[in-house]
């Protein structure tokens, strides 16, 4: 199908808020991950117990490996469409931090 004029820019709007909204839920579930681990993140002065059973231990895994694969898409996405939004950039830093923090205390 063709699309109208103008309709491949509407396409990349909608896939550019998608992508928005998909990281806005990540970064939820992200750091109710992190915080069930009891870690100091985000101005908490202390470290309080950890809170996860062994399943929850093993989704945290599987959230930080699906996350890991969902920021290099959106990097890719991002690099594809010449895309520099910096914001985005920023919180990925952030919960790949949170991330590696939830993974250590995996292994702890």
Known sequence: DALPEGGARIE???LVQDFGKS???LKRTITEYVGRTGVP?????KETPDTRSVLETGLSEEL???ADDFFR???AF??????TETRTEQSIVLLRKE???????NRA
Do not use: C
């Not at 991330?99 to 205390?105: D, F």
């Open 12 to 14: 990349t709007e909608q």
């Open 23 to 25: 990281l806005t839920e």
């Open 41 to 45: 993140v985000r101005g908490t002065a």
């Open 64 to 66: 930080a490996e699906a």
């Open 73 to 75: 898409g959106l990097g």
């Open 78 to 83: 991002g690099r594809e469409l010449a895309l």
């Open 99 to 105: 991330l590696v923090l939830v993974r250590n205390k």
